[in-house]
């Protein structure tokens, strides 16, 4: 954990319009093709859960889901990349679980891009089994698309 919480509680917070500036800016650090400030108003305002966690004022990460029938989709995850390593990315998935067997929900899915191998092992550490791929999924470096892992946890 980071100095600069120590003695501060960290907290889930309602991901809002006013936070999209500092969770847009976290994304464009934290990805070659991060989502957009559309991408996340888009799913606010269709009502999918999406969650801040903060301390002391600093965004350390947030998620957004979509709730199904007996499911919920995993959007996007992300821990701002100066507190990656740290356990916040497990503390995420860890609300997002306890959220979506709250929801009566009995599978959490995600895609995760193929190269991204530190996530998938995330994933896998947390009970996600890798169930297929979706080819081309993802926009790639110039021009190109990469496959996506799909994967799934049962709860």
């Known amino acids: 954990m980071s100095a600069v919480f120590k003695s501060a509680e960290?907290?889930?917070?309602p991901l809002t319009e006013s936070r999209l500036d500092e969770v847009v800016a976290i994304e464009r650090a934290a990805y070659a093709h991060p989502w957009t400030?559309?991408?996340?108003?888009?799913?606010l305002r269709s009502g999918y859960q999406a969650q801040l966690l903060g301390a002391q004022d600093v965004v350390l990460g947030y998620f957004v889901a979509m709730k199904g029938v007996d499911e919920v989709h995993l959007l996007n995850i992300t821990?701002?990349?100066e507190h990656q390593g740290q356990g916040w990315?497990?503390?995420?998935?860890?609300?997002?679980?306890?959220?979506?067997?709250?929801?009566?929900?009995?599978?959490?899915?995600?895609?995760?891009?193929?190269?991204?191998?530190?996530?998938q092992h995330i994933y896998e550490r947390h009970g996600y089994r890798r169930v297929g791929e979706r080819k081309g999924y993802y926009p790639g470096t110039s021009g190109q698309r990469e496959d996506a892992v799909v994967m799934s946890l049962k709860l």
Do not use: H, T
């Open 89 to 119: 990315g497990r503390l995420m998935l860890d609300a997002l679980a306890i959220w979506s067997r709250a929801q009566g929900a009995q599978w959490l899915w995600l895609e995760v891009r193929a190269g991204n191998l530190r996530a």
């Open 79 to 81: 821990v701002a990349p």
């Open 10 to 13: 960290a907290a889930f917070l």
């Open 37 to 43: 400030r559309g991408n996340f108003s888009d799913s």
